[in-house]
């Protein structure tokens, strides 16, 4: 099984910050990593797939990057609309997900 | 708009069947993808369950392979879970969503629906 940990767990921060949330993988799984947000109440939304590739429609602020075991996501400015908790995913092997970065207001 | 809407009952006893369908509008499930299930315990992370392609073929968790079952019905354009044996860890959020291919994420998910289980 490979296992992602996520870091840290819990971020505060304000608008206007750049914020950056560590991946690391257990085990070697290329550039197979996603990342997602997530809202209270809602369903995840894709925001970064193969490491570091935008999905259609996120804004640009987010960026994703790394390969084999450490990745990293970064929103380069925090939005009001950014607070949520991410999660990032591998899909190496069946697919698993990292335990989540809750992202509060400061 | 590719959309995906989870039914099926929200209270399952311990021991009993958990059943539920995804329903698939805006594409056709017969054209190919994957498609899979999610789970998300009350104030926990998420849990891949599994997947089946179109054709049929199905990817399990390891950790909750031999309860499961995932179905695909191409003429209803619906694919279904079943996880027997529940118990109380078995409560959660429930989605349904889509994969382009085996190494790519989930693109398109449903909104979810919460099953408890309890007597």
């Known amino acids: 099984d490979i296992q992602l940990t996520q870091s840290p767990s819990f971020l505060s921060a304000s608008v206007g910050d750049r914020v950056t949330i560590t991946c690391r993988a257990s085990q070697g799984i290329s550039s197979y990593l996603a990342w997602y947000q997530q809202k209270p109440g809602k369903a995840p939304k894709l925001l970064i797939y193969?490491?570091?590739t935008l999905q259609s429609g996120v804004p640009s602020r987010f960026s994703g990057s790394g390969s084999g075991t450490e990745f990293t996501l970064t929103i380069s400015s925090l939005q009001p609309e950014d607070f949520a908790t991410y999660y990032c995913q591998q899909l190496n092997s069946y697919p698993s997900f990292g335990g989540g970065t809750k992202v509060e207001i400061k | 708009q590719v959309q995906l809407q989870e039914s099926g009952p929200g209270l399952v006893k311990p021991s009993e069947t958990l059943s539920l369908t995804c329903a698939v509008s805006g594409y056709s499930i017969s054209s190919g993808y994957y498609w899979g299930w999610i789970r998300q315990p009350p104030g926990k992370g998420l849990e891949w369950i599994g997947s089946?392609?179109?054709?049929?073929?199905?990817y399990y968790n390891p950790s909750l392979k031999s309860r499961v079952t995932i179905s695909v019905d191409t003429s209803k354009n619906q694919f279904s879970l079943k996880l027997s044996s529940v118990t109380a860890a078995d409560t959660a959020v429930y989605y349904c969503?889509?994969?382009?291919?085996?190494?790519?994420?989930?693109?398109?998910w449903g909104q979810g629906t919460l099953v408890t289980v309890s007597s």
């Open positions: 193969a490491a570091s």
């Open positions: 089946i392609y179109h054709s049929g073929s199905t």
């Open positions: 969503a889509r994969r382009p291919t085996v190494t790519t994420p989930f693109d398109y």
